[in-house]
């Protein structure tokens, strides 16, 4: 049995999206952010990172328990478990993956992030890191419409990279709105109507 331990971000999202999409049965534990949760002695002591997600598996490698932070690691870890398409077995449409994985985990996430940090969550106005990220964001989504130019997906087929760009631009569709961009308007439809997704966004009891 799997144990998600989870909280309304972004990259919380990222994992209960790969964990619906392995089809894995599983439970879902809020660690609420907002009443600080995740500093707690017994979450600390599943990540001394203070960090969610977290992901327990009960049956791990050699049929232990496997304690799993971190969404990269959790949707590198389920795709490897369930021998998931969502890693390419070809190799170019590796190569291609994990481009726009790492893209999507190290650099479009981390940018979208600051933005939304100054713009909505700083207590201060700081207009000049204001401007900088709502530019490096713009330039960001010119990169992935162009790169979704005549593509259905990043790769070959749905894949991590998807994943790791999708949470973000659900986010902050507000700000950046997919419409204004063609090719990922189109993209983020078709992730958005997949049941997986759907089921991975649904409101907590």
């Known amino acids: ?46 990540h001394v990172g203070h960090k969610i997600p977290v992901l327990v598996d009960s049956d791990g490698p050699g049929g232990g328990q496997i304690v799993v932070p971190e969404s990269p690691a959790i949707l590198r870890y389920l795709a490897t478990k369930t021998n998931s398409q969502l890693i390419p077995k070809d190799a170019r449409a590796l190569a291609e993956m994990e481009t726009w994985f790492s893209y999507g985990i190290a650099t479009f996430c981390p940018i979208l992030a ?21 530019t490096y964001a713009l330039d960001l989504y ?27 631009v659900r986010q902050y569709a507000g700000s950046f709105r997919p419409d204004d961009y063609p090719n990922v308007k189109k993209w983020y439809d078709r992730i958005s109507a997949r049941p997986a997704v759907q089921r991975a966004y649904a409101p907590l009891a």
């Open 142 to 168: 010119g990169v992935i419409n162009q790169r979704l130019e005549g593509r259905v997906y990043f790769a070959d087929d749905y894949s991590l990279a998807d994943l790791a760009h999708y949470a973000d």
């Open 114 to 134: 600051q933005h939304g940090y100054f713009n909505f969550r700083s207590s201060e106005d700081v207009p000049g890191a204001k401007k900088y990220y709502e």
């Open 1 to 46: 049995m799997l144990d998600l331990y989870f909280w309304t971000t972004n990259n919380g999202y990222r994992a209960r999206t790969m964990v619906e999409e392995t089809g894995l049965a599983y439970n879902l534990h809020p660690v609420s952010l907002l009443k600080r949760e995740q500093l707690s002695d017994s979450f600390r002591k599943l």
